[in-house]
């Protein structure tokens, strides 16, 4: 049972006849594994107790998103969703109109929501007034590890403790359409129409402590239903995997780049990055692909970080941050650092046989291009 000695619930208190915020104890047991305890206290104004916003992002684990107009929030997790303007006494519970008792408001920067609402809407049990310790109790509160998002029409539901993606559209039930796996921690969508209707759902995971590594998995739907997917794990100093070369997919998990068919989703090609690469096969290493051209390709290995010219025809393979930077500068990228590994060069398009970088080095970002011809 996770037990928080921490804001405020609603029912239960003595009346206030000052406008000034009071503080009171708080005790909410949830329905999850541990145990965590905080001295925040509750506020009680006008008689109506208060929590802090921080309960719902930090405990029950729901997102926390404010509107361009910085009056509307909105509170995701996996299959709950809330949303609440300040100074209005009504909000949207799970898709539903309810009232909140009284206006949630902004004091000292922070978010106030009724307490009576929080507990009802994190599905606690009856709220409980302990005169002797100014406490109020309540249980079997909920988390919603996870998060969810509309597209189009569509909410795609994602638990964190499971790693189960869910879909439903109007009064369906949700089906279970993938699953990606556990060790889910800051996680978000991006979703792209194809021009041969496809739906792609990218989901980036980054995790790690501190946060340095990323997780993407791409899922490409149709019709609702997943019938492809892949997924590719880097270190944030890399760059970002490529998804598309010459109006066709690409599915790679790090050592298999598959070539997909827009609409179809029929595979045209199968690449072994190790044989490509040259190298003997060793999973321990993946190869992040950064750029896929019929000619040539840029990939960067994991274990070395750095990022590789390679001409597809021949295997010929350029180092660029040797071709970019001069001596001195070479033996900074070099040093091996395990928080920060690579070459920190960047991709950044091509323009005919002329491949553009950026390379960051603290708060400096140089350009550079080299030329495909020069190297012939």
Known sequence: MLLISALSTQALLPASASSAPEKVNVQLTFNSTGLMTSSQDAIIKNGVSYLSSSLLTNYAKLEMRWDQSGNRVEFTGFDKRLAIRVGSHTGLLDGKTVELGAAPFLFKDELYLPAKFVVTALQGGAVHWESKTRTIQ??????????????????????YDTGDLFVSSGKE???????????????????????????????????????????????????????????????????????????????NDGHTLRIIEDGTGKVLETVHLSSLMGTSGDNMVSYNVEAWYPDIALIRPTDTGFLTLVDRSTGNQTLLYKELFKWNEQQQDEVNDPMFPGDHVYFTGRSGDKLNFNHTRGNVTQKFTHTLTAEK
Request: charged share 20%; proline share 3%.
């Open 173 to 251: 039930n949700k089906r279970k359409v993938a699953n990606l796996g556990t060790g889910l921690d800051i996680v978000h969508f991006k979703f792209e129409h194809t021009s041969q209707g496809l739906v792609i759902l990218r989901v980036f995971n980054v995790y790690g402590e501190p946060h340095l590594y990323t997780d993407d998995f791409i899922l490409l739907l149709k019709n609702g239903s997943v019938f492809r997917q892949a997924n590719i794990g880097f270190h944030n100093t890399f760059g970002e995997p490529a998804l598309w070369a010459d109006g066709k997919l690409l599915l």
């Open 138 to 159: 309540a249980d079997h509160l909920h988390r919603y590890p996870g998060m969810s998002e509309n597209f189009e029409g569509t909410l795609y539901s994602l638990s």
